[in-house]
């Protein structure tokens, strides 16, 4: 009897054991293919959303004004000396528009829809929009997938309305004249438009932009350092940039400096013309 038992005991044992491993190994199973679906589900969420985005430059929060202007220079003026070459807006005016209605690159609307312009959605609009508060609480403003697009469209913004064409008449090098005929013609409400952007222009000099698409000799140097034929590095100046606008090439300009790479310094002089004994 005791012969018999012991047999079934073990047989029971087993069979025991080899479904709870069954078991086990199913719930395993189970879990790995739910999880593998959230994963699948998640990275496609994420590409989704990436796909979504506009193409933004973004703005660290905390850098100085002055750093941001001169980078966003820096970044725009080759777009807008070829609106000027195609539209016959100057670049100067175009420019200090951009600095003054988007924060130097760091405005909220232009941070969310790359509109550096302020230009409202109006009638006949059909690009995507977003609202926004200026002059009235939840304004539609325009949207655009990148920077380019927005200098694209102010230049048609202005060309194609009737109220801007006397704007058309003046010289391309009156910046005066268009930022004053710009708020005649009613682009801004605020009635120190013209002297903000005057005051923009001047301040950093982007006349230099309207001069070289108009052919003009073109100098960037300050007062001092005119006599002496030296450049002090600004921040966002390249050497391309730099070799732009004194019309050297920037192999010429590595050679008057004994420059090996690329790399500058903010506050680095820069000589513009060979140097005796260097």
Known sequence: MIGRIIPLLLLCI??????????????????QNTERVVRVN?????????????????VPVNTPYSERVANYINEFSGIAMEEMLQYGIPASITLAQGILESGAGAGELTMKANNHFGIKCHRGWEGESVYHDDDERGECFRKYSDPKYSYRDHSLFLT??????????????DYKGWAKGLRKAGYATDPKYPDKLISIVERYRLDQYDDQVLGKRVSTAEPDDTKIGTYAVK????????????????????????????????????YLHPVKNQ
């Open 14 to 31: 087993i069979c025991f054991g080899s479904c709870k491993s069954k078991k086990t190994a199913s719930k395993y199973k189970k879990r």
């Open 160 to 173: 194609q309305r009737s109220r801007y064409q006397d704007l058309f008449k003046l010289r391309k090098d």
């Open 42 to 58: 998640q990275t496609v969420k994420e590409k989704d959303t990436k796909a979504e985005e506009p193409s933004v430059v973004k």
């Open 235 to 270: 921040p966002g100046d390249t050497l391309y940039s730099i070799s732009r606008r004194f019309n050297l090439t920037v192999e010429t300009l590595k050679q008057y400096n004994g420059l090996k790479n690329n790399d500058l310094a903010i506050g680095q002089i820069l």
